[in-house]
């Protein structure tokens, strides 16, 4: 007697033992401790652990919520406003930026996880432009703790970036500009998951 014929579609799909995002927040939490920022390294590490929790506890996928109504441009202009004012690294920026993360973290983590999609045939273009951009920021980080510190034969994107940021205007542009990535990030996400 003959079996069935199976099927890839079959069979269960693979998963990693550890999720792609996790294992990188949990890298970049130790790149943190050893560049002797172990305030960075507690965040990332504890990111890392809250998304496994959730991934653990999923919501079942019928147990949708009302859609969160998001704010809009009036958010944007009052972080760009509060960066404006204050400047980096001053409290209100700080607790401007956590309400913010904290927000948007409570946003996504009310809905179930995205059931798995086919990979688009391109996506391999923009995983390799993102490897590239950390092969070239971890190979920077190395070289400038070998070297002692700041490098200008190989520096990292902070060090690119951080001469930019010194002007309050540029500041708060790209505040903005960062919260309103957010939000559009969120509001794709629950489309998704209601057209799903």
Do not use: K
């Amino acid at each position: 007697m003959a079996l069935p014929e199976r099927h890839a579609a079959d069979y269960p799909a693979p998963r990693l033992a550890v999720d792609l995002p996790i294992a990188a927040l949990l890298i970049a939490s130790l790149a943190h401790w050893i560049r002797g920022a172990p305030a960075d390294g507690v965040i990332f590490f504890a990111a890392a652990i809250l998304l496994i929790v959730t991934e653990r506890h999923r919501t079942p996928a019928d147990a949708l919520l009302p859609a969160t109504r998001l704010p809009g441009p009036s958010l944007i202009v009052a972080v760009a406003l509060v960066a404006l004012v204050f400047g980096r690294q001053t409290v209100p920026m700080f607790l401007a930026v956590t309400a913010i993360g904290v927000g948007a973290l409570t946003v996504e983590w009310r809905d179930p996880s995205l059931p798995p999609r086919p990979v688009p045939r391109r996506s391999w273009l923009w995983v390799a432009l993102a490897i590239s951009w950390c092969l070239w920021e971890l190979i920077s980080f190395v070289y400038e703790q070998a070297a002692g510190g700041l490098s200008l034969t190989h520096p990292t994107m902070s060090d690119l970036v951080d001469p930019i940021l010194g002007n309050r205007v540029v500041q708060a542009l790209a505040l903005g500009v960062w919260t309103a990535a957010g939000l559009a990030m969120l509001r794709a996400a629950a489309t998704a998951r209601r057209t799903a």
